[in-house]
T-cell receptor
Framework: TQLLEQSPQFLSIQEGENLTVYCNSS?????LQWYRQEPGEGPVLLVT?????EVKKLKRLTFQFGDARKDSSLHITAAQPGDTGLYLC????????????FGTGTLLAVQP | NAGVMQNPRHLVRRRGQEARLRCSPM?????VYWYRQLPEEGLKFMVY????????ESGMPKERFSAEFPKEGPSILRIQQVVRGDSAAYFC????????????FGQGTRLTVV
């Protein structure tokens, strides 16, 4: 089973600061998704990256897929309290199964 | 355009009872997945179903757990003779056939076994 390690595990920052969350694996994924989960809710899909080296931007969020498709990063510019939540990366193993392998999660708290 | 609907949101069962968790996928989605999130742990894949077929159940415990996605109606995750260790949040996700790698999650069912 492939594993996805996220770092940092916890992050508490002030409003307006920038941050980067990392998602690393020793294995290759067909695609990788980033989700945000709030307490008591299900994960909400933010983005899917498919091509090695791909960069996608979603307002203040920038997602990058590593060239070798083993790692990914999420960069948030000028964080806001509304960005608070649990950020999860999830890799698709490929093949017929379509199951996602979820990362260990990064809990972000943005203080006003 | 309703999202993935799960019910109930909260379920309390006594040890030994049965738990039935329901999931209605998004309109047009024919692929359903169940994941479990244990306290202090990440989301773990349980089972992947298409209409009337179990495609991958490699994450399902060998005993007491079963899942179905009938031709008509919601997908059901069934846990027989629940034990305290089954207490967790159970999430259903669905994806369309043209983009199976993108999963949209429901709000989850929080099962508490007392």
């Amino acid at each position: 089973t492939q594993l996805l390690e996220q770092s940092p595990q916890f992050l508490s920052i002030q409003e307006g600061e920038n941050l980067t969350v990392y998602c690393n694996s020793s294995s290759v994924f067909s695609s990788l998704q980033w989700y945000r989960q709030e307490p008591g809710e299900g994960p909400v899909l933010l983005v899917t990256v498919v091509t090695g080296g791909e960069v996608k931007k979603l307002k203040r969020l920038t997602f990058q897929f590593g060239d070798a498709r083993k790692d990914s990063s999420l960069h948030i510019t000028a964080a806001q309290p509304g960005d608070t939540g649990l950020y999860l990366c999830a890799g698709d193993e490929g093949g017929a199964t379509n199951k996602l392998i979820f990362g260990t999660g990064t809990l972000l708290a943005v203080q006003p | 355009n309703a999202g993935v609907m799960q019910n109930p949101r909260h379920l309390v069962r006594r040890r030994g009872q049965e738990a039935r968790l329901r999931c209605s996928p998004m309109k047009g989605h024919s692929h359903v997945y169940w994941y479990r999130q244990l306290p202090e742990e990440g989301l773990k894949f349980m089972v992947y179903l298409q209409k009337e077929n179990i495609i991958d159940e490699s994450g399902m415990p060998k005993e007491r757990f079963s899942a179905e996605f009938p031709k008509e109606g919601p997908s059901i995750l069934r846990i027989q003779q629940v034990v305290r260790g089954d207490s967790a949040a159970y999430f259903c996700a669905s994806s369309p056939p043209w983009r199976v790698t993108e999963a949209f999650f429901g709000q989850g069912t929080r099962l508490t076994v007392v």
